[in-house]
């Protein structure tokens, strides 16, 4: 959707179908944030999780080696997760999250304005919203 400027709409009057919809957008609005925090924290977890759960040690040899313990170090093992970690899906989540959330608010956005029982000014607001006006 692109931001374009929306027309002026004086005396604008709601019916509950149209409140309805704008609370749903609301609700799109936001559940597209609290998703964009929990793939955000579900991908810390996968970086930094790992480091709270350590492996009895054993006593062979080979884990006694200095090499072994430099490789097995929590610094070392963080970094391979930083580096192993898939940076371009994560970065897609976030926009697919966006693309999606905006879909949505222009199908609301878009059955609101065929309706045809609402008035010529909620016509153009709706039309507005689904031809890229801002609501909040």
């Not at 040690?57 to 580096?83: C, G, M, P, R, W």
Request: proline residues 1%.
């Amino acid at each position: 959707m692109d931001r374009k400027v929306c027309p002026t709409i004086v005396d604008l009057q709601l019916d509950t179908k149209s409140i309805e919809a704008i609370n749903s957008i609301n609700d799109i609005l936001k559940n597209k944030e609290t998703g964009m925090w929990v793939t955000l924290i579900g991908q810390l977890v996968l970086i930094f999780g790992g480091l709270g759960v350590n492996a009895k040690a054993s006593n062979n040899i080979i884990e006694k080696n200095l090499v072994f313990k430099s490789v097995s170090s929590d610094s070392s093992q963080t970094s391979y997760s930083i580096f192993s970690t898939n940076w371009e899906y994560f970065f897609k989540t976030f926009s697919s999250l966006d693309r999606f959330a905006n879909n949505q608010i222009e199908t609301i956005a878009g059955m609101q304005m065929l309706r045809s029982e609402i008035s010529s000014k909620e016509r153009v607001f709706w039309k507005s919203v689904h031809y890229g006006c801002n609501v909040k």
